[in-house]
């Protein structure tokens, strides 16, 4: 069974960063690549960071990008979003996500195999 577990989340101020992990277990995670979702109240997933399986090759949403870097050990099955210069806008949840394939998709929403839980992210202004 897979499972993917989220941590790092937490308050910070803006301006501030945060590292978020997810551990997965019970998949070889060398062969898929790994999305980063966030998610506000009343709003969809919005993918926002892809790693592909080698860790070679990212892709990010405009809003993260130049802020956000996504990296990944295969050999410890983790998966990372370093968060910096964050923003009241930053506020949700975010998933990290194993996707179908080894690259990551020209769209972020998709070819999602796995979800995580979950990790919640406050930035007060």
């Known amino acids: 069974q897979v499972q993917l577990v989220e941590s790092g989340g937490g308050l910070v101020q803006s301006g501030g960063s945060l590292m978020l992990s997810c551990l997965a277990s019970?998949?070889?995670?060398?062969?898929?690549?790994i999305t980063w979702f966030h998610q506000t109240p009343g709003k969809e997933r919005e993918g926002i960071a892809c790693?592909?399986?080698?860790?070679?090759?990212?892709s990010y949403a405009n809003s993260v990008k130049g802020r956000f870097t996504v990296s990944r050990d295969n050999a410890a099955k983790m998966a990372y979003l370093h968060m910096n210069d964050l923003r009241p806008e930053d506020t949700g949840v975010y998933f990290c996500a194993v996707l179908v394939q080894a690259m990551c998709p020209q769209s972020l929403q998709s070819r999602v195999g796995h979800w995580g839980q979950g990790t919640q992210v406050s930035v007060s202004s």
């Open positions: 790693i592909s399986n080698s860790g070679r090759l990212t």
């Open positions: 019970g998949i070889s995670l060398e062969y898929y690549a």
